[in-house]
DNA sequence: GACAAAGCGGAACGATGTTCCGGATAGTAA
DNA sequence: TTACTATCCGGAACATCGTTCCGCTTTGTC
């Protein structure tokens, strides 16, 4: 079915098999070394470890955000997923909310500079960022409009920009003093209706 | 009085002329730089227009780092200085604290991509880094528990947390969809205290 | 088994931060 | 004024990136 290929999907038609194979090993060497050294790793650490010369990474992805892309892209798939399954299953929008940020913070956090790489415009990482917010702006707008409907926060918050800064407040979550999910609850208790005012 | 240098400071003593003038012409010409390309613009630049060669901006500033902390020195110093001013000033330690932090805010927003830098560990901008907690931190914390003293805001709250947040919630500031001061008064609502819990 | 198309590897390019060193220069002493 | 030296300067050179390019290899097919 398809190609839809340069940015990780499946692509499995009409390429040779030591294509393929050089695909995968790429996803499998990216995926390892990222967790070792940090999405910043030098595109030949990479080729290396996958047993492949550099040309060959861009062959398969133009650039080093499509393979970012492609190495989390169904992690992002299933942070959108949760978002409906949450939803339904919370006892109200505001929790399933919580949740939720719970999860796309956890996401960031666990790789190292994730949301380091993604938010300096430099790099040349729009590609990844705008793969972010298509799949994952709609779930956020979706949970904070329930939330709001449910009288449980304030209106008047523009999803894009929490989710921004949900993800600038995870860099460097490195930092043993830093504790990330402390201030995303901090705003979240700001995102709450107040009694007074 | 005394040399102090490398870093930016006074060093008026036992310096050749010739390296006082390029040292100034480095200062103004990375400040406009700066404003112009953002803190990341590249050393030949600053170098270039200030009529010198590389090898003299290192002379000068043993890393790049040091050159964007000397430029920014001063305005540091006065947002720090500004802490006392307001607390004395303020009709209440919570209204200083916020006053504060739009100063703090205002300084990380208009400089191109400090925040961004100073943040991500790379690029060794270690030092500029520590200067500002260095600087600012205790000011921070003096006003954060002048707060919590008057019952406004909630206990617990780790300053070196709070600024580090700010200063997240302040990168990317060049998007017209995203205005870090909205998320910073959140996180500021979040921090009062909330008669109900 | 031959052959064209697809793919591969790694040298090469341009940009960047940083180091190095031969030569210029400022300050001083004669 | 003229030497002389410690200091400083300029920019070539080095290391490290991401990325591009191209001659050679491999694969799938007839």
């Not at 062959?59 to 080093?64: A, I, K, V, Y």
Request: charged content about 20%; aromatic content about 6%.
């Amino acid at each position: 079915m398809s190609s839809e290929n340069s940015t990780g999907r499946v692509s499995a038609r009409s390429k040779r098999a030591d294509a393929l194979r050089n695909q995968q090993a790429l996803l499998a060497a990216a995926a390892e070394v990222f967790v070792a050294s940090g999405v910043d790793a030098p595109i030949r650490q990479i080729a290396a470890k996958a047993g492949v010369g550099t040309g060959t990474i861009y062959r398969h992805f133009p650039t080093r955000a499509d393979l970012v892309t492609a190495v989390f892209r169904h992690q992002i798939e299933e942070c959108a997923e949760a978002g409906s399954v949450l939803l339904a299953a919370a006892d109200s929008p505001f929790i399933a909310l919580r949740q939720w940020i719970d999860l796309f913070v956890d996401f960031l956090v666990t790789k190292h500079g994730l949301a380091d790489a993604m938010q300096s415009d430099s790099s040349g990482f729009a590609a990844l960022h705008r793969y972010f917010l298509d799949r994952l702006l709609p779930v956020c707008a979706r949970l904070l409009d329930a939330a709001v409907e449910a009288g449980e926060i304030r209106a008047g918050t523009h999803p894009y920009e929490l989710m921004r800064g949900i993800g600038n407040l995870c860099i460097g979550g490195g930092d043993p003093q830093y504790d990330p999910r402390r201030l995303v609850e901090l705003l979240l208790c700001g995102l709450q209706r107040h009694p007074s005012e």
